[in-house]
């Protein structure tokens, strides 16, 4: 998590939901806490140390975007390009 100067903020803590457009979906979440109980397998998670991780899966080729968001922070959106084949 950065502030509004871009500028790192490692004590945030803030629960970050993420969503998937396009032809894929949010596989698994992580913020590399131990400590967490929080479920792998959603689509939200505490940042720890200001940090937090969404793995996306793609269902088919196409473009895919994904967006993290919190309450009272902006969000941020990352577009991938999944390709076909095995």
Do not use: W
């Amino acid at each position: 998590m950065v502030d509004e100067k871009g500028v790192p903020v490692p004590g945030a803590d803030e629960s970050i939901t993420f969503q998937v457009t396009g032809p894929g979906m949010v596989a698994a979440v992580d913020s590399a806490d131990l400590t967490s109980h929080e479920a792998f397998q959603a689509r939200e998670r505490h940042a720890y140390h200001g940090r937090c991780i969404a793995m996306v899966k793609a269902k088919a080729a196409g473009r895919i975007t994904v967006t993290g968001a919190a309450a009272g922070l902006v969000g941020s959106t990352v577009s991938l390009a999944a390709s076909g084949g095995n």
